[in-house]
């Protein structure tokens, strides 16, 4: 009997949440019914008296980019001119390797589909010859991020990035080494976890590498690369953890004490672990069916309990940071532009997204119209503040843009893991 009455209120809170039925806690309000006030949305500087439209900006942004990639496939910093040598790092090479992707090109379609092999197969190369105990996946030390976002995003943006080319490398043999590679970076990501969930990056702002490598895990989990289910469910405590439902904010930890870091990134986390639970629910429900015995049912609707309370987390977070938003003082973040200003507009976007309603769209369509009246005449960002290059703020900037764009979805869908 018990059992039951469990399996019922699991089912009956997971659908509730998952088709916004239940009411959040007192003194909350749907984020699908909150306005935001569009005229408080901070402003960022207008450098185009006539801006480009959306379209126009992002393919000027990627001519950009692809003008400053490496004769070896990478990208550094993006500090130099067209042509010019600099460093390349890994981060750099795979948040470019994001925008080109996010704009639909692969290693196998796309206007830039040549320039994308060559990167992706780069940095496979990296993570072939690093080692397989630490962290990091190259030999650069001391970059720009990972001096800002903490000491081995490198490896966090490679392990977010490589699966969206599984199975579009367009040989058997690349394909076999980018699964390997990926599998090599999420043996190293599981093994380095802390037990709070953490991974101990040190750095300006490492929360926004702590998002970065929840989303990682969570995007090899919806790629059906085999990650311990444990690792996910870490990283997603712990931005649960982050964010206190009664005051409706989120740890300062690793923020640099700039609250749209810290709540841009743990609504991230929280968004991602989302979208790899809701894909498991189904799994979940069929084992539960079929389970002959009390113990593995027991087991079962424990899961589909943390789901559902999880889910619930989620909604009061992003409830508070659409109350947030409204602030300008809170999108400004440092008070300029950085890359970690565009990265957390993206996170944050990525979560609205999903819910929907008028909160999403006008942050949208303000985020849009900001980036464009910003974007340089050459087609480039810059920050005035730690992530100055080139690359990361274009890179990011092209994802602020194309925010309401639909990537493909992973191939196969998750059933439940162990």
């Not at 090479?93 to 379609?109: H, R, V, Y």
Request: a negative charge; proline letters at 2%.
């Amino acid at each position: 009997m018990k059992l039951k009455l469990l399996l019922t209120a699991a089912t009956t809170l997971f659908v509730a949440l998952t088709t916004g039925a239940i009411m959040l806690e007192a003194g909350e309000r749907s984020s699908k019914t909150r306005r935001v006030t569009v005229e408080a949305v901070v402003e960022v500087e207008t450098k185009n008296a006539t801006p480009l439209t959306r379209d126009e900006a992002v393919e000027s942004a990627l001519e950009w980019l692809i003008s400053r990639q490496q004769e070896n496939g990478g990208w550094g910093p993006g500090h130099v001119a067209a042509g010019k040598v600099e460093r390349v790092t890994v981060g750099n090479t795979c948040i470019a390797l994001q925008a080109l992707s996010k704009a639909g090109n692969s290693p196998t379609n796309g206007k830039y589909k040549t320039e994308v092999e060559q990167a992706v197969k780069l940095v496979v190369a990296e993570i072939e010859e690093s080692d397989h105990d630490s962290l990091f996946i190259s030999d650069v030390r001391g970059s720009q991020l990972q001096a800002k976002l903490g000491t081995y995003v490198d490896t966090f943006m490679a392990a977010s990035v490589l699966p969206e080319f599984r199975g579009k490398m367009g040989d058997e043999e690349s394909d076999r080494k980018l699964d390997e590679a990926v599998e090599k970076v999420l043996s190293k990501i599981e093994a380095n976890q802390a037990d709070d969930g953490s991974w101990k990056n040190a750095g300006w702002a490492p929360a926004l590498a702590q998002g970065i490598a929840a989303k990682s895990v969570n995007k090899a989990a919806q790629y059906n690369y085999a990650i311990d289910e444990t690792v996910r469910v870490r990283a997603e405590k712990l931005s649960r953890d982050n964010f206190d439902r009664k005051t409706r904010r989120f740890s300062a930890a690793g923020s640099a004490g700039i609250e749209l870091y810290a709540g841009s990134s743990n609504l991230q986390a929280m968004q991602d672990s989302s979208n790899t639970n809701r894909r498991m629910v189904p799994g979940l429900k069929l084992q539960l069916t079929e389970a002959d015995d009390e113990e593995t049912r027991i087991l079962i609707e424990k899961k589909l309990l943390n789901i559902a309370q999880a889910e619930s987390d989620l909604r009061a977070a992003r409830d508070a940071v659409v109350g947030r938003i409204a602030d300008p003082k809170f999108v400004a973040g440092f008070g300029n532009n950085g890359g970690e200003e565009f990265l957390s507009y993206v996170n944050i976007g990525e979560s609205l997204k999903v819910e929907g309603g008028i909160p999403w769209r006008e942050w949208n369509s303000r985020m849009i119209a900001n980036m464009t009246r910003s974007q340089a005449a050459d087609g480039c960002w810059k920050g005035k503040h730690c992530i100055t290059g080139g690359t990361f703020c274009t890179a990011t900037g092209i994802l602020v843009l194309l925010m309401d764009r639909e990537t493909d979805k992973p191939p196969i869908d998750l059933t439940a893991t162990d």
